[in-house]
Nanobody, 115 residues
Framework: QVQLVESGGGLVQPGGSLRLSCAAS????????MGWYRQAPGKQRDLVAG???????NYADSVKGRFTISRDNAKNTVYLQMNSLKPEDTAVYYC?????????WGQGTQATVSS
């Protein structure tokens, strides 16, 4: 069983930054792609960013140039650095084990961008 625990969400003003972290238990972290999804109220859950076991990254068009996903395999942790935040980035952010077809999901962390 794998557990994913997100942290780092909160309230930030437009133009600000947040750094999300996701700590994974279990021994398969280093061999799997990881992802960050988000879901805003009334909207579907969408992939925001993903990173392969080898460090190749991909991003949704809406966050390219503003968000950066990274991973530390020694710490079983994946990060999402979010800069130049906009109100439309407000959502619950979920860490996943697996990218296109997640196997496990975290519980989610709320990020709110508002003045």
């Amino acid at each position: 069983q794998v557990q994913l625990v997100e942290s780092g969400g909160g309230l930030v003003q437009p133009g600000g930054s947040l750094r999300l972290s996701c700590a994974a238990s279990g021994s398969i972290f280093g061999n799997r792609a990881m992802g960050w999804y988000r879901q805003a109220p009334g909207k579907q859950r969408d992939l925001v960013a993903g990173i392969t076991s080898g460090g190749i990254t991909n991003y949704a068009d809406s966050v390219k140039g503003r968000f950066t996903i990274s991973r530390d395999n020694a710490k079983n942790t994946v990060y999402l650095q979010m800069n130049s935040l906009k109100p439309e980035d407000t959502a619950v952010y979920y860490c996943t084990l697996g990218m296109a077809r997640p196997i496990y999901w975290g519980q989610g962390t709320q990020a709110t961008v508002s003045s």
